[in-house]
């Protein structure tokens, strides 16, 4: 897959600890924007759905491979421990998982993605494409839409 990985052993109490190792900016970013959650003790969710993936995805949306690579070994890795762990297979579905649904710059990201978290996190090849689609669509026929597009008309002429 292109994705390197490491050897060492990662656990659902230790990922934040591993994440912001490989990552120190990350770890700035989570002190920066939620210090005041002090030393709370599952935080695991919430650093993966705030810090991890928006990083991710700003990553995606600059083709940034030098971090994106390394994020995607990041959750390869994480994918290979949840075999022993269940709560990261649980962190990963959740919080991967389900952004994988709508990921923008999916066409980016699926190459780098390994195996192991592409089966963790029932990845389908196209389904972000394909909800954002229909999520526009959606948009566009609604009425709130179809006003906004008769304005837009409006204005131009």
């Not at 990662?10 to 900016?25: A, H, N, Q, W």
């Not at 993605?113 to 090849?125: D, M, S």
Request: aromatic share 10%; net charge neutral; proline share 4%.
């Amino acid at each position: 897959t292109g994705v390197q990985t490491c050897a060492l052993p990662i656990y659902y109490e230790t990922v934040v600890t591993d994440l912001f190792k490989r990552f120190p900016g990350l770890q700035t970013v989570w002190k920066t924007r939620f210090d005041y959650m002090g030393d709370e003790s599952s935080i695991q969710y919430l650093v993966f759905g705030s810090v991890l993936m928006p990083a991710l995805e700003e990553a995606l949306s600059r083709g940034n491979l030098g971090l994106i690579l390394p994020i995607c070994a990041f959750l390869e890795d994480v994918a290979d421990a949840s075999q022993q762990d269940s709560g990261l297979e649980c962190l990963l579905r959740v919080e991967v998982g389900e952004w994988l649904g709508g990921a923008a710059n999916e066409s980016l990201l699926a190459p780098w993605l390994g195996k192991e978290t592409k089966r963790i996190c029932g990845y389908v090849p196209g389904l972000a494409t394909q909800r954002r689609v229909l999520r526009e669509e959606q948009k566009r026929r609604s009425l709130g839409g179809r006003f906004s597009a008769f304005l837009k008309w409006f204005r131009e002429k």
